[in-house]
Each structure stands twice: as C-alpha cells, then as structure tokens.
Nanobody
Framework: QVQLVESGGGLVQAGGSLRLSCAAS????????MHWFRQAPGKGREFVAG????????YYGDSVKVRFTISRDNGKNTVYLQMNSLKAEDTAVYYC??????????????WGQGTQVTVSS
C-alpha cells in the first residue's frame, strides 16, 4: 500500500512564502512522477507543478511559474513545493499526486489528503 502524507500548509500574508512537503511511503514501489494540484472553493482541481522522479525535469502551471518551485529528495521519497510571492488567489487546498509502479499491482496513482493554504490580502 502506497501512502502520501502532506504537511506545511497554513495561513500566510500576501507576498509571503510557504513550503509544502509530501512524503511517499509503502513497500516495493518506484516513483515515476509526482505532482501538486490545488482546488479553490467552488473551482475545479488545477495543476500546479510536476517533477519526473528519475530526470528531475520540472513543469509548472502558468499561474505559478517563476513564483513556485518543485523539488525532490530521492532518498526520502519526498517532494516539496516552495511557494513564494503568494497571492490571495493562491488560496486553496493543495494535493500531492504520485504516479509509479508497484511490484504487487503494477501502475499506481495515489493522492494525498490535502493541505490548506490560505493567503490573506
């Protein structure tokens, strides 16, 4: 069973910074890609950032380019999202997503429980 545990959300003033973490745990799996999505009240889920686990290549949604940085720690199976210059419109529940391969069941995709980020203007 692969599980994702997120941390790092909270309340911050506009212009401030936060760092989110998402740790993947479980037996016998390898990661292919990890992503961050977000969902604001009354809106659909929006892609924020992604990283290929082997190459480290990163990609971002247009609304967060330059301000947000995704990174990984291979040894800890953990992905981070550094969020700078936060705006009120960044307020949302942020979800971690992992895609990988399990020896037991093949391709897998998991979601974290979500962490609230609130930016006050």
């Amino acid at each position: 069973q692969v599980q994702l545990v997120e941390s790092g959300g909270g309340l911050v003033q506009a212009g401030g910074s936060l760092r989110l973490s998402c740790a993947a745990s479980g037996r016998t799996f390898t990661l292919d890609n990890m992503h961050w999505f977000r969902q604001a009240p009354g809106k659909g889920r929006e892609f924020v950032a992604g990283i290929n686990w082997r190459s480290g290549i990163t990609y971002y949604g247009d609304s967060v380019k330059v301000r947000f940085t995704i990174s990984r720690d291979n040894g800890k199976n953990t992905v981070y999202l550094q969020m700078n210059s936060l705006k009120a419109e960044d307020t949302a529940v942020y979800y971690c997503n992992a895609q990988g391969e399990s020896i037991d069941i093949g391709s897998i995709e998991r979601w974290g429980q979500g962490t609230q980020v609130t930016v006050s203007s």
